[in-house]
């Protein structure tokens, strides 16, 4: 079943194909009163935009966001924003080959398969272009959340790590690669150029950080602040994992060097740590809610790899066109917005219940 | 929000408390006409009921499920199905200690924050006992899925793993840790056993695999398949990471390495490997679904850890009683009856757009 | 598709059947804090409860209700309150005819056209006894609500109609029949009577009243007040049509007659009529909110009516048994509930949005 | 609680404002590979805008829709299908009155009530505009549901009722009215043109009917057929009442005079009447579903109503500008499309769970 609108009362509704003349977004249950114009989105959209340096893809769109609906004399409404991305550059490129043969890690089997056949330019409803439009409504969550502020970078582009200890926030926005260490995104740019070149493709680790989250965000028991996290960032396309703090590590540890000891603080408890990321219970302790993400690497590569047209005979695949090397790094301003897009949600949902 | 219902047209909602006279679950939009009897649901929450061996807490629970609506003459009405299981052994200890000073890594804190105060007793909400409601609905929603075989396993205790070379899965009913290595099992008794004497704990790592998933199940884009799962299973007590298929190792994969490559088969098309475990854009491949959890350690530990009370003053805490030394072993029924749920969901859903 | 759960955040579940060993609903979402025990639910459930008087069904049934969760130490906890009935007068009566021949106007013929088969004792999951449950779980609702005062009563039976200039609140309990006429209720006496004794039924038109709803709650525009009222009562057993304010009379009526002209007030605007029913374009104007129910005549008569049975042959049918001779009576009470649970939804869904 | 979305898995999502740039719709689930294109939806549009003749306002718009997304080579692909329309005539009339003083019975007040401020400009988000888009949705609704015929008209305008042994659905396009009497086509020539040039207004009654509904659609309990049209009517601008079946002509009714005996027939039972409206229990039955809804005559009028002006300084209010005299003829399409779309999602609900 189809399913494209995410959020329980703050709840935003995303339509539009790779290849279609527009892409766009509704977001409903947005509070009244808030100042939104599109020089609110557009930076966030610019910052995710394809084309900006030889490390992603060369499509070039301009991804300008028009504002429909929802805001009036420069403040939301409280009536449903809808924001439309015009498509322009849908390169009239021949996609008889993809449209018979399945290319193997896309969507074009299963996609096939549910519906019995599908836009295959461009990946259609599957493309990652679909993010663009997460991305704006992200934009308009941020608004609804001024208390938190959203840190998103890339950990470790094909297996090659930042060193935490040299972690500098400040430093994300001064390489192609949001990576806060300086030494590993210099290493990155012969990393990913290789990879480009070599018509290949690397996975990446994604971290993201909120600061600002107030204790007692969150629900027991579905709509849990981790679970919600969980099931926003697995529908991000590429990503195959998901941890809240310290995720698979805190498997191989024992209790005692898991515990985040409390001490009394003048603003809410002291934490001597933050393994759990920021959540117990499924509720926010007003740490940093912290969250790493696995992006696979793209399917899209020169490699011929085998595989089967519609008809189920053998044959060979070779993806052709404009790709990223690396889909995690474009990734990042996407998970930034659905963190902020998640905590806009459970922001309402704690203040319709506990007031 | 509190928020106790899950799924999108299969749906369950539990309630109960750890200390409180019952617990159970409603299951709405099961459909008419499947055979249902307490003795379809009583093996698997005997599978993860307490007190069985040494390596799990000693409350003693029977956990006797009872059906009190839904089913007619043996048969599901397609009117919500009651169950109740009602607690039997909630200790009377003094919870005076746990009342007034928060265990870190608990949701105590939370729950005080989010609501102004709390059911302390054994947990209340919070506690691990709220599972036993969802295996039982598991047990209802594996009989809508009846072409599936779900098996769960422990894969890694403490951060000692099993060989994959070694997976039996005809062993892992064999010993107390649902493990499917026979030399990781014989391992684990003391590993388990030592933590427990020393009033410490473990994490663990929890596989879980779906076979006999057709093709086509899931959906664009914010009900994918994958991530219906991560929410599923981040949801679950303990629960801190979540992997499909290769996980956080395809983050270190190229496009090569990670090509799920394919060709004719009789029955659909043969994948040459399953990095993606089973899910291509967020809809079902027919390749066996896989997922990893991981679990954290309990907090609940013999050794003194720093907290505050609840005036915030300094305090330090000590979680006695009855305790499981690694939560990921009772842990894996309920991975199980998550992955039932949300296939059954997810095959209603399919239904319901594609007939 | 069984849906058994209403509202968008105060949320309730519920389920049993009538002639099954208990009946339930699960409140969730509720605030935390609510002072809360069986005595706040009881009152109004002995209001609904059968065998009161010779007007309504002669089922004995003590109705007792009993809290299973998300209470503790008599206040609400936020987490999902189950309660409970117990059905204790399901009379072994002889079901054959019944399970054999569908009841015109019944969900008899419906049910089994839907699920295959059904649970034919009492009506089973469409028996008037589900409505228990909801007028538990309206008293829950009532205390989210306390600044609003909800007056249910019947304006007319088998379409002899109280005089509306002889309305008396304080009358309504001092009747069995929920008649703010005391005339009305006179005449209404030998009315029921005799339509109980020549085993036929009677229609009823019953209104409700809501004072004390501030300007503000309700939502455009698919979950405005209005139209979550009209799906709350339309969801009740025989209730066929539902009116806001004027409603039909509106219908017959000019701009100029049906306006609801505004004068200063110190509180707020005075209207000078309330033809609206308290409510525009969706949302309340704090003014009371209105509305009139038609439930028809039950089904369930002495008077031998044309069917068929399971097998499509020809046959006739006499609904023997314990019957309300005007189900409107007893549906006073239910209507109440729902009426209290959109409020508490509104109440909550307006803060998460406008704080 | 701003709430644009419709539906449980057939979801339809609105967006825009009388005087904005565009309003459209996203309808999501919709089945794949139905063939679909502008020329599907424009003539309900064409049937539905305003400024065809006298009797409706002159407003004039294009209202041409555009499909933005979900539709592939003419067929729909299953995902989500964005309908855009274009305001065109938003004539740059003189708004500071209106923007000052609240018009009675519009939704002035309470929006500004509930959100502090609002876009005045022709209603903003409460304008009937919105039901365009509504319109647009059902016709992709009609082709979830082709087995079913549905035909809305009006009954009554200013009271004045057509003669039901005169109805005859041929004659409903043949005047401006949706009228299916031509006699009381005639008469209301000059009731509505007098209410137009008096800047009066009237109400209307509404009938709809669905023939071709086979038995089995809807649900207990909340999500019944019955429950569900209400919602859906009740959302409707100036809808004030809904009536299924007899509605409330069954309140005055017995049991005897209210039954829809049932024969053995060659295709399911036939019915010796349809009081019921075609639904029993929530469920439909075969027959018609029909219902009735009273829309109150717009409070957009030219003689002048006391109001309060948004310091709450006593005004006068004068509601000049293009208005439909009786806006329930054109909400008659809208009354059907909400019909489709409540069948379209009934059909996928009951197939999800009933196979």
Same mark, same amino acid.
């Given at each position: 079943?189809?399913w494209?609108?995410?959020?329980?009362?703050?709840?935003?509704?995303?339509?539009?194909?790779?290849?279609?003349?527009?892409?766009?977004?509704?977001?409903?249950g947005?509070?009244p009163?808030?100042?939104?114009?599109?020089?609110?989105?557009q930076?966030?959209?610019?910052?995710?935009?394809?084309?900006?340096?030889?490390?992603?893809?060369?499509?070039?769109?301009?991804?300008?966001?028009?504002?429909?609906?929802?805001?009036?004399?420069?403040?939301?409404t409280?009536?449903?924003i809808?924001?439309?991305?015009?498509?322009?550059?849908?390169?009239?490129?021949?996609?008889?080959?993809v449209?018979?043969?399945?290319?193997?890690?896309?969507?074009?089997?299963?996609?096939d398969?549910?519906?019995?056949?599908r836009?295959?330019?461009?990946?259609?409803?599957?493309?990652?272009?679909?993010?663009?439009a997460?991305?704006?409504?992200?934009?308009?969550a941020?608004?609804?959340v001024?208390?938190?502020?959203?840190?998103?970078?890339?950990?470790?582009?094909?297996?090659?790590?930042?060193?935490?200890?040299?972690?500098?926030?400040?430093?994300?926005?001064?390489?192609?690669?949001?990576?806060?260490?300086p030494?590993?995104?210099?290493?990155?740019e012969s990393?990913?150029?290789?990879?480009?070149?070599?018509?290949?493709?690397?996975?990446?680790?994604?971290?993201?950080?909120?600061? @600002? /989250?107030?204790? +007692?965000? &969150?629900?027991?028991?579905? *709509?849990?602040?981790?679970?919600?996290? %969980?099931? !926003? #960032?697995?529908?991000?396309?590429?990503?195959? @994992? /998901?941890?809240? +703090?310290? &995720?698979?590590?805190?498997? *191989?540890?024992?209790?005692?060097?898991? %515990?985040d !000891? #409390?001490?009394?603080?003048?603003?809410?408890?002291?934490?001597a740590?933050?393994?759990?990321?920021?959540?117990?219970?499924?509720?926010?302790?007003?740490?940093?809610?912290?969250?790493?993400?696995?992006?696979?690497?793209?399917?899209?590569?020169?490699?011929?790899?085998?595989t089967?047209?519609?008809?189920g005979?053998?044959?060979?695949?070779?993806?052709?066109?404009?790709?990223?090397?690396?889909v995690?790094?474009?990734?990042?301003?996407?998970?930034?917005a659905?963190?902020?897009?998640v905590?806009?949600?459970q922001?309402?949902?704690?203040r319709?219940?506990?007031?």
């Amino acid at each position: 079943m189809s399913w494209n609108t995410f959020g329980r009362v703050f709840r935003f509704t995303t339509w539009g194909e790779s290849h279609g003349p527009a892409l766009g977004v509704v977001v409903d249950g947005c509070p009244p009163g808030l100042a939104l114009s599109e020089a609110d989105i557009q930076p966030f959209l610019d910052a995710r935009k394809p084309g900006q340096n030889r490390y992603t893809t060369q499509r070039r769109e301009a991804d300008e966001v028009r504002i429909l609906s929802g805001v009036f004399e420069g403040r939301t409404t409280g009536t449903p924003i809808s924001l439309m991305i015009e498509n322009t550059d849908q390169r009239s490129k021949d996609y008889s080959e993809v449209a018979k043969a399945y290319r193997p890690g896309h969507a074009d089997y299963t996609y096939d398969a549910k519906y019995g056949f599908r836009d295959y330019r461009g990946g259609g409803r599957s493309s990652a272009r679909e993010t663009a439009a997460r991305v704006a409504a992200g934009a308009v969550a941020r608004l609804v959340v001024p208390e938190v502020s959203i840190t998103g970078y890339v950990e470790a582009i094909g297996g090659d790590a930042i060193d935490p200890a040299a972690f500098d926030a400040g430093a994300i926005r001064d390489n192609p690669f949001w990576c806060p260490d300086p030494a590993a995104a210099a290493r990155w740019e012969s990393l990913v150029d290789d990879a480009r070149k070599a018509g290949s493709s690397l996975g990446a680790v994604v971290g993201c950080r909120a600061e @600002g /989250v107030p204790a +007692g965000w &969150g629900a027991p028991l579905y *709509a849990k602040l981790d679970a919600e996290l %969980a099931a !926003a #960032m697995m529908s991000i396309n590429a990503v195959k @994992g /998901v941890e809240i +703090g310290d &995720g698979f590590a805190a498997a *191989a540890n024992t209790g005692e060097g898991n %515990a985040d !000891a #409390m001490r009394p603080g003048s603003e809410g408890p002291q934490f001597a740590a933050n393994h759990a990321g920021g959540i117990a219970g499924g509720i926010s302790t007003g740490q940093p809610v912290t969250c790493r993400l696995a992006f696979k690497p793209t399917s899209s590569i020169l490699t011929p790899v085998e595989t089967i047209d519609r008809e189920g005979n053998a044959a060979e695949i070779v993806t052709r066109g404009r790709h990223d090397p690396c889909v995690g790094i474009r990734g990042t301003p996407v998970v930034e917005a659905m963190m902020a897009l998640v905590l806009a949600d459970q922001k309402l949902l704690h203040r319709a219940q506990c007031g």
